[in-house]
């Protein structure tokens, strides 16, 4: 490839990177609207099979990622992500017994 080859090259890959992550950003503003909505709604005992469904799915989709080097920020974020729900499911948990 030649100068200006690369130069077009690399501006398609940009373009299709951030074709990519607004793709992401726009499914994560869809479903945490969608979890802000359908989470009060739930009642103490469908939380209580929400929550177990959810860390059993977390767990499997860190057991799939354990292999492939991801960044830190990926971890630290699923890990803070993943805390938060689990308090919002957990929210009158007293209420289930």
Request: hydrophobic letters at 45%; proline letters at 3%.
């Amino acid at each position: 490839m030649k100068g200006r080859e690369q130069v077009e090259f690399l501006e398609q890959q940009t373009a299709s990177n951030v074709d990519g992550v607004a793709r992401i950003g726009a499914r994560v503003v869809v479903m945490s609207q969608l979890l802000d909505a359908a989470l009060p709604r739930l009642t103490p005992l469908q939380r209580v099979d929400v929550e177990q469904a959810f860390r059993d799915g977390i767990e499997e989709a860190m057991a799939y990622v354990d292999d492939i080097a991801m960044p830190e920020q990926y971890h630290s974020t699923l890990l803070e992500l993943t805390n938060q729900y689990l308090v919002v499911l957990s929210a009158d948990r007293q209420d289930a017994r």
